[in-house]
């Protein structure tokens, strides 16, 4: 393995450890080497805290060591002034003078300004070592300023015979697709992801209320359409607990329209990924309009052989997974 590669892995590697803590920011992996040892490494702080570089260079114990070492980052160092001060202006203190970054950052305020700072400033600088798992490793960053969206997470539980919902409701008993492991894994991705997008059916349907209640976590922002004004007043998502955004309309084909638009208001506030529950509706609507980049996927251990049937994905599943009895599969979209 290259040495820049060995690195660069390193990098990723401590990343996995911001996360999500460092959200809506990416977390990145510094690693500082002198004669190929590590002399000091760090990954971004919780939101708003100190970035990588910073951690990585306050854990170097000899900071003589610096003028002679290279820093390894999984992205560009940043060269604005956010809730922290530029990572750049940082390394050239310290005269560190090697500088190998993953990938360029595609925040418009950095976007290649970090490594022209570097250049100009004397520094030999390499970019683009495994760029692929670097912008991987924040894919929601990613997609959020590539696509000028958020990243998008569909979900659902269908059964053996693929059915999300049985055909009559019962008012008593709702029905339950998986088990009560994976229907607790789904609140930690709720609190993993900024804002959770359902369909007015949902809500109509079910009442949810969106929130983390069987993990420890911060509630995502619930985004609830409402076609024609059918949610009743006294729904769980009118009761302020939580920050809301209902989109209200009157047209007929309101789905269809609506994807496209809701992804781009969602990029306005500043909404980096959301979770999208269903129901079948919601979840076909933005397969159809290409709008999603995973999508999990529970299959229970029941057949329910008749019912709502479960969205359709072109692509094959690239994970498999299983929580007690149930199958979990991950999709994403290559498109
Ligand atoms: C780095 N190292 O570890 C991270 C970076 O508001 P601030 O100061 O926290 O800046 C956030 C932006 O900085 C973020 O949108 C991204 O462009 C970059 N993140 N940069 O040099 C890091 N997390
Ligand atoms: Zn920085």
């Known amino acids: 393995m290259k040495i820049e590669e060995k690195y660069i892995k390193r990098c990723l590697e401590i990343a996995k450890k911001g996360l999500p803590a460092a959200l809506p920011n990416p977390s ?5 080497v002198y004669e190929d040892k590590i002399i000091g490494e760090g990954y971004t702080s919780a939101y708003g805290g100190a970035h990588a570089e ?5 854990a170097v114990k000899d900071k003589s060591l610096l003028k002679k070492a290279t820093i390894y980052v999984s992205l560009e160092p940043c060269s604005h002034f956010g809730k922290t001060p530029p990572c750049c202006n940082l390394i050239i203190e310290h005269k560190i003078p090697n500088i190998v970054i993953g990938t360029v950052d595609p925040n418009a305020k950095v976007a290649g ?5 570097l250049i100009e400033s004397g520094k030999n600088v390499i970019v683009g070592i495994l760029e692929k798992e670097c912008k991987e490793s924040n894919k929601r960053f990613f ?6 969206r958020p990243y998008i997470i569909l979900k659902w539980a269908e059964s053996q015979d693929g059915y999300i ?3 009559e409701k019962s008012e008593q008993k709702p029905v339950w697709i998986t088990n009560e492991i994976s229907r607790q894994l789904v609140h930690k991705w709720r609190s993993e992801e900024q804002a959770i997008l359902v369909g007015t059916q949902t809500v109509v ?3 949810p209320r969106l929130n983390v209640r069987d993990w420890v976590g911060k509630n995502p922002i619930r985004i609830v359409l409402d076609q024609n004004n059918r949610i009743p007043k006294e729904s769980y998502i ?3 607990q939580v920050e809301t955004i209902i989109f209200s309309s009157t047209e007929i084909d309101f789905s269809a329209t609506i994807a496209c638009q809701i992804s781009a208001i969602l990029f306005e506030r500043n909404i980096q990924s959301v979770l999208i529950e269903g129901g079948k509706k919601t979840l076909q609507t933005f397969i159809d309009e290409n709008l999603w980049d995973e999508a999990r996927v529970f299959k229970g251990n029941l057949f329910l052989e008749n019912g709502t049937k479960a969205p359709i994905l072109k692509s094959k599943w690239i994970e498999r997974q299983f929580i007690l009895d149930d199958e979990l599969l991950i999709f994403k979209n290559y498109d």
Request: proline share 3%; glycine share 6%.
């Open 28 to 32: 990145v992996g510094a690693v500082i």
């Open 54 to 58: 910073v951690n990585a260079i306050q």
């Open 113 to 117: 300004n970090g490594i022209k700072t």
């Open 143 to 148: 997609t959020f300023h590539e696509k000028k």
């Open 165 to 167: 919902a049985p055909k």
């Open 205 to 207: 349907d079910d009442n």
């Open 238 to 240: 009118f009761d302020n």
